[in-house]
């Protein structure tokens, strides 16, 4: 039973990226690990100070999570405002944490480049932040994708720091959790690259049908294969990673076959890409829609979770005050 944790920061609502890159995942991770899955609330407002939709979009990512198949009784869901021990220790550790390896952060320079306007000290101790959710439950593994491994690179350091410092071994340094072979990268529709609500390319999971088919109907392509056999450009290489995560083996088999006889028609792949896509995301589209409307369920879900992830946190905090000397008169 390993200690998992991973947060995600509540901007909207889930796509097909999120699923086969990270949710998947999580349902059969629940099922070995101490999980923690949470919605880092404080996170977004580093760039976000005001935003319209906080309350909203947190009560939408839990519920797709429960839609997804995460349950609460095995994992621990919750939102990570919902537990106080975590700015205690994200105070705590900010101590340790030293100006010039916030400054030199990637993803703190990035936001310096395009928000100018806003570089606040969240922002800059981001990384920090991060690292308590990670260390508050004494974590070993972080599922996370290229994108947040200098944050764990920068979490190990602040663990290690702190046990140096206080010359103990209380917090174990946390790696990536590796998904290996099974992590499928979900492509954009829209030529190249990734998934992603910031890129304008995601689909959904409650995407309405009628929406999916115009997305779907809208991919990228090219004029076809002339030569038998030749190899698939990346638009269309897109096209057939997206079938093989949605559609059954036949049908993948079936406009491969087509691609490799020249005999594809675009129009047909999509047709049938569009009606695979709803059809997969049916179940999830209904169970959330049912889950929103039960309002007694998602607050006892979330208290729940809060108890949970308190339990641990709190312990974490009683440690961490006896390890610096923080003591009542
Ligand atoms: N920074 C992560 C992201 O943007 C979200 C996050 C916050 C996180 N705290 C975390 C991920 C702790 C893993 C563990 O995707």
Redesign the pocket.
Known sequence: MEIV?????PTGNLHLGNYFGALKNFVQMQEQNNCYFFI?DY?SLTTHPKSENLHENVKNVLVQYLAAGLDPEKSTLYVQSDVPEIPELYLLLNMIAYLGELERCTSFKDKVRKHSNNVNAGLLT?PT??AV??LIHRAAK?P?GK??QQ?LEMTRDFAARFNRLYNVDYFPLPTAFNFGEELVKIPGLDGSGKMGKSEGNAIYLTEDPASIRKKVMKALTDSGPTEPNSEKPEVIQNLFTMLSVVSSLDTYQFFDDAYNNCSIRYGDLKKQLAEDIIAFTAPFREKAAELLKDEQYISRAARLGAEKARASAAQTIKNAREIIGIKHL
Do not use: E, P
């Open positions: 944790v991973s947060g995600i920061r880092a996170h981001y932040l991060m959710d990670i972080v996370v994108d947040q944050h």
